[in-house]
Every structure is written in C-alpha cells, then in structure tokens.
C-alpha cells in the first residue's frame, strides 16, 4: 500500500510541473489549485471482535505401570465473540489538500459518525484436559462447559484520519462521464460500540483502513461541485491485543460538496 501511495504522490507532482495553472488562477470548471470537499451521508458499520482466554487450572504427575511417567493437565479456555452492526447518519468526512493538472486530488482528511443499532455476545466456556506421556502430548479433550447469548441495544461510534487521493478520468467538458471519479484512502481508523442500558462499552477495534470510492460530480459554479458516491472501508491492518481477532468495515453512500 504504501508503495501505491507513492507513485501517486510521485504522479501527482509530475503533473504539477507539467500542467501548471496560468497566471491568473486555475481554469474555470478544471481540477487545480487548492482542494476542499466534505462528504455527508449514510453509512453502515459491522464490527467483530473475537477474543480467547485460555489457562491452567491443575494437574499430576503419576507413574504409569509401563514405567513412563504420565501427567494430566486441566485447562479452561473462554471464548468471546463481540457483533456490532448499525446503520448512522449523518456520517460525514472532511477532506483538504491539493488539486494537480485537472487529473487528481491529493488531500487529508478526517471524519466519523454515529450509529444507532444492535449488538450481539456470544461467550463459550470450555474444559481441557491434556494427558502427556514422558513429556509427549498423547490425547487432548474439549468438553463444552456452557454457552450464553446475548442481545443488546447498542449505539456506535466510527473515527478515522488519513490520506487519499481523487482521480478523474474524464477531462472533456462535453463527455457525459466528465465529473466521474475514483478515489483511495487509508490511515487510521477505530469504532467502537456501547450498551444502552449499562453505557458498558464493548467491540472496540482499530487499526490501519483502506478506502475506495467511486462517484459523481457536478459542475454548480466555475469553482463549485456538487456530487454523489459509494464508499468501501476496510479495516487492513489490526491494533489486536493478545488473544484478539479483531476486524470491521464501512459502507457509505454520500453527497458532497467539493471546491477543486
């Protein structure tokens, strides 16, 4: 990823050097100079977070009428699965940076949104017991202890920061797919969830995200668009602890408002 990043900052500034603007500003209606949009819409967010604790309990050693030693260790292993799905708006995503050669849009941007929806835990205990032979794992046995499922009302919350590039394709005003864009973004992002009932928070991930993008815009004035697109988030890379699997991703569908 980061070497995408850099041949398109790289491309970026050859364009700058090879299309610079005139002397009196950017062309009217072109992608150049100085670059700002925000993005408001709606998003849905899913968020997982599976986590696993697993430690001795007891055990003995004897020896076996075969003159080996034997040894049986009893473990518990919990396992925890944390869901968290909703739906949010207004998400919104502020973005400012730089417009080159009427072709892309390299910006910072930061944003994040609320969600209001449903969140599910499921813990599962177990029993493990480990019979060894003169310091040989011979047989291992799982016995289900236990499970409990649980249903929660639960609201969001999605922040994320980064870098991102717009790209557009199409440069001629007469072309019905003038105005098409695609774009890429990632930086880091965290969501995280909370009861309603308890404010117990829960199903709190982050991490490196990746996002892609792909819409629409409209010339409204000589410096002034207005737009529509569909977002893909992904979470590529976790902050995880120990024990911890942790993953989520956004999808949006926004208007904007762009200058540049």
């Known amino acids: 990823m980061k070497k995408v990043f ?3 900052v790289l491309c970026a500034m050859g ?24 993005n408001w819409g709606l998003s849905y967010l899913s968020s997982e977070l599976k986590s696993s604790d697993f430690g001795f309990s007891s055990g003995g050693e004897s020896l076996r009428p075969d003159g080996r030693y034997g040894r049986i260790e009893h473990y518990g292993l919990n396992n925890e699965q944390d869901d968290f ?14 417009s080159f050669g009427n072709l892309v849009a390299v910006y910072f941007s930061f944003g994040g949104g609320l969600f209001k929806g449903e969140g599910k835990i499921r813990k599962q205990d177990y029993s493990v017991d480990r019979y060894i032979v003169d310091n040989v794992l011979e047989k291992e046995d799982k016995q289900l202890l236990g499970v409990m499922d649980e249903t929660i009302d639960s ?12 790209v557009y394709p199409f440069q001629d005003p007469t072309s019905p797919l003038n105005g098409l864009f695609v774009g890429i973004a990632g930086g880091l992002d965290i969501s995280m969830a909370r009861d309603d009932n308890y404010a117990t928070e ?7 995200f990746t996002r892609y993008e792909l819409g629409k815009d409209w010339w409204v004035s000589d410096t002034w668009s207005i737009g529509v697109g569909f977002s893909f ?7 995880e602890n120990e024990g911890e699997e942790p993953n989520h991703h956004v999808i949006g569908l926004f208007f904007r408002l762009t200058r540049g």
Do not use: M, N
Not at 202 to 208: A, F
């Open 6 to 8: 850099a041949i398109l």
């Open 15 to 38: 364009l700058t050097f090879a299309q610079s603007p005139s002397a009196h500003g950017p062309a009217p209606r072109e992608h150049r100079g100085s670059y700002f949009s925000v």
């Open 85 to 98: 799905s909703a739906w949010g708006f207004p998400s919104i995503d502020l973005r400012f940076g730089k």
């Open 155 to 166: 609201y969001g919350f999605y922040g994320s920061l980064g870098l991102g590039f717009t």
């Open 202 to 208: 829960y199903c709190t991930v982050g991490g490196l």
């Open 233 to 239: 988030t992904k979470l590529v890379y976790e902050a």
